[in-house]
């Protein structure tokens, strides 16, 4: 929090939610629906993107080959799904999917 000195009897905070550029509305009609849209696909890819991680903790925490076996399936279609919309690059996906298997394969030679 950064305080400016004024010229008048108070300071004002430029971290305050009235100088950021998200309290600001548009005034054009297609910069409003611009932004109503890229809210939603927003909050669409943040729900994604947490199952996503869920899928891959689950794999990465589970007991026995056969349980990360299933959740690693789930995983793999989540993260494949979200190369081909390009939520996640695909070179990460692949990376993930490696890493998912790998802890998969360690399970399975264990057991």
Known sequence: ????????????????PMSSV???????KSAKKRME?????????????SRIKTAIRRVTEAE?????????????????RA???NLIHANRVARLKSQIARR???LSAAS
Do not use: W
């Open 64 to 80: 026995n080959a056969e349980t990360a076996q299933l959740h690693m399936k789930e995983a793999v279609a989540l993260l494949d």
């Open 22 to 28: 998200e309290g600001t509305m548009p005034n054009i």
């Open 83 to 85: 190369a081909t919309k």
């Open 1 to 16: 929090p950064v305080d400016m000195p004024c010229f008048f009897d108070y300071y004002f905070r430029l971290d305050s």
């Open 37 to 49: 849209l890229s809210r939603a696909a927003n909050s669409r890819n943040r729900v994604t993107r």
């Open 104 to 106: 998969v394969n360690d």
